[in-house]
């Protein structure tokens, strides 16, 4: 408070001491004692107030709930008779039972709460999101604002408080693709690639002259008195690689289409879920970058790196910055290849790179002998068939995913196209999702089960 009213009120009581009016010395009495418990309540409201955002999953699959837990600890003596916090949640997932207020500027909803804590309590208030956008979603900062009784004064403070979490995308069975579920990127003729499992021993041979010496069966040998070689089981790898073209759909009255590259996004992520349970080694190669807000660009000035020369060389530039962010991912089989595509998937942001055609033919050299390729894309153009051609000359298997409501050909220059759909169809997999809640006889919510949608087989 300002000292003019101490000021004031000091003068009052004097002046009711003078004249002797006790009514007068009363009010000024009681000001004085509004006016110190005012600023006690202004100067530790919040301190040692502690805020605590918890989430029960920090990555989850597409469509799965997660729950949001805001924690309020008042860790003194001095009760708070109103605590206002505003937390800063995305826009993009749902809130249950609870509405935020939405921020036109951005992609942010800020949602609000109003506390009460008495001495010493801790307040915990959970809320339900429900994850059906793909991403990585950012929540925080936090605002806290608190005052005196009266309202006369109050503090606040932000946090930076930054969380994220990361939501997978849609995974649908592939034959909702109009593809045939059993080999859809051709028939698995000879082996591609034969190579022996040294960890599967079927028997032995007599030993020929360049056998590896880790080859010999040693027990065998004495037994057979002479020279016995393992007999491996020869196993076969099949390789695809996924080139993913995201790029921004355009047209003259609603600027960009982000379900088709949803569904782009949804056919890579589908198409790897089956490539890998079938044993086949999956890549991933896209004409963006990855969005990651938790490390951010460290951008350094010239001044900066002269007077630091030794740090600002342990540092990456902000051109190595940018391709480790390349959707780049060699072929493997293992599942951590899927967890690794899976959240590269989910990090895709719109279109910030070269076109596929570059991509291919930079990745074309280091892709196996007659390894599968896969093109996922929204438009068919010259270049893309040229450069695909190559690819079927030198002996690899060719196959295109075409997104989008335009009618195409069943083949291309001799290149298979499977259509996806459009809109339409990424609208008919959110409907199984995004189902309104119902309410029961006692008036509580009831989520409201539905069939899965029709596939276009």
């Known amino acids: 408070m300002s000292k003019r009213w101490y000021a004031a009120c000091a003068v009052v009581i004097v002046l009711g001491?003078?004249?002797?009016?006790?009514?007068?010395?009363?009010?000024?009495?009681?000001?004085?004692?509004?006016?110190?418990?005012?600023d006690i309540w202004a100067r530790y409201c919040l301190r040692d107030l502690h805020f605590e955002r918890e989430l029960s999953e920090n990555r989850v699959l597409f469509g799965e709930e997660i729950t949001l837990g805001l924690k309020i600890e008042n860790?003194?003596?001095?009760?708070?008779?109103?605590?206002?916090?505003?937390?800063n949640v995305p826009r993009s997932l749902n809130l249950h039972g609870r509405r935020a207020r939405i921020q036109l500027s951005s992609n942010r909803a800020v949602l609000e709460n109003l506390f009460s804590p008495r001495w010493y309590e801790r307040v915990t208030r959970r809320y339900t999101l429900s994850c059906t956008t793909r991403g990585v979603h950012t929540f925080g900062p936090t605002s806290i604002r608190s005052g005196d009784l009266f309202g006369f004064t109050d503090r606040s403070e932000q946090l930076d408080n930054r969380q994220y979490l990361i939501v997978y995308?849609?995974?649908?069975?592939?034959?909702?693709?109009?593809?045939?579920?059993?080999?859809?990127f051709g028939d698995r003729r000879a082996p591609r690639r034969l190579l022996e499992d040294p960890s599967r021993v079927i028997g032995v041979r007599d030993y020929v002259y360049g056998d590896d010496l880790r080859r010999v069966h040693w027990k065998a040998s004495a037994r057979m008195m002479q020279l016995?070689?393992?007999?491996y089981e020869p196993t076969t790898t099949y390789t695809l690689a996924l080139f993913l073209n995201v790029a921004p759909q355009l047209d003259a009255y609603y600027g960009i289409h982000p379900e088709l590259q949803e569904l782009s996004i949804c056919a890579a992520a589908s198409v790897t879920d089956w490539a890998l349970n079938e044993g086949y080694a999956v890549g991933l190669y896209a004409n963006t970058i990855m969005h990651m807000p938790e490390i951010g660009l460290q951008v350094h000035d010239k001044q900066d790196q002269q007077a630091s020369n030794r740090e600002a060389a342990q540092e990456l530039s902000l051109t190595e910055q940018i391709h480790q962010r390349h959707v780049l991912l060699p072929p493997a089989s293992n599942e951590d290849q899927r967890k690794r595509i899976m959240e590269a998937l989910a990090r895709i942001q719109g279109f910030f790179g070269d076109t596929i055609e570059k991509v291919i033919q930079r990745e074309r050299t280091h892709l196996p002998a007659g390894a599968t390729v896969v093109v996922i894309t929204s438009s068919v153009g010259e270049p893309m068939l040229d450069t695909l051609s190559r690819l079927k000359q030198a002996g690899h298997a060719v196959t295109i995913l075409m997104v989008g409501d335009n009618p195409v050909a069943s083949r291309l220059a001799g290149i298979p196209i499977y259509p996806l759909g459009g809109e339409e169809t990424w609208k008919e997999f959110l409907a199984c999702y995004n189902q309104p809640e119902d309410v029961n006889a006692t008036g509580q919510p009831q989520t409201k089960e539905v069939e899965p949608a029709g596939f276009r087989l």
């Open 17 to 38: 001491a003078l004249i002797r009016q006790p009514l007068l010395l009363i009010v000024a009495v009681l000001g004085l004692l509004v006016l110190l418990t005012a």
């Open 228 to 231: 016995q070689s393992k007999i």
């Open 169 to 184: 995308p849609l995974v649908v069975p592939l034959s909702s693709f109009n593809i045939p579920a059993r080999y859809p």
């Open 75 to 87: 860790a003194k003596l001095l009760p708070l008779p109103w605590l206002e916090i505003e937390d």
